[in-house]
């Protein structure tokens, strides 16, 4: 299983972006994803979380500025980011609890995409 993300980019003060993060592989069930993101000297941090029945969970900062959706047709997760702030400045990892089939066998694990940096800045 592979997860590819991408969106990052650099974005002023106030303004969006819209991460993705999609999982390939033979897939039987993606049973949660979700973003984490790490700053500069800081430790790993969970932002937003979505089961593939839709309910979801935020980090107090992320709340009412985010939005964490799913495509499970697609096995995709979204994360739009609203009126971005300089301390949302970090590395975004995407990240999935999924069951999938390898190797002969199916699996659930936890599984990581590589990261997509993200700047706020003027």
């Known amino acids: 299983v592979q997860l590819q993300a991408s969106g990052g980019g650099l974005v002023q003060p106030g303004g969006s972006l819209r991460l993705s993060c999609a999982a390939s592989?033979?897939?039987?069930?993606?049973?949660?994803m979700g973003w984490y993101r790490q700053a500069p000297g800081k430790q790993r941090e969970s932002v937003a979380a979505?089961?593939?029945?839709?309910?979801?969970n935020y980090q107090d900062s992320a709340k009412g500025r985010f939005t964490i959706s799913i495509d499970n047709a697609k096995n995709t997760v979204f994360l739009q980011m609203n009126s971005l702030e300089p301390e949302d400045t970090a590395v975004y990892y995407c990240?999935?609890?999924?069951?999938?089939?390898?190797?002969?066998?199916?699996?659930?694990?936890?599984?990581w995409g590589q990261g997509t940096l993200v700047t706020v800045s003027s």
């Open positions: 990240n999935a609890d999924i069951t999938y089939y390898s190797g002969g066998a199916w699996s659930r694990d936890d599984c």
């Open positions: 592989g033979i897939i039987f069930r993606i049973n949660e």
């Open positions: 979505i089961s593939s029945g839709g309910r979801t």
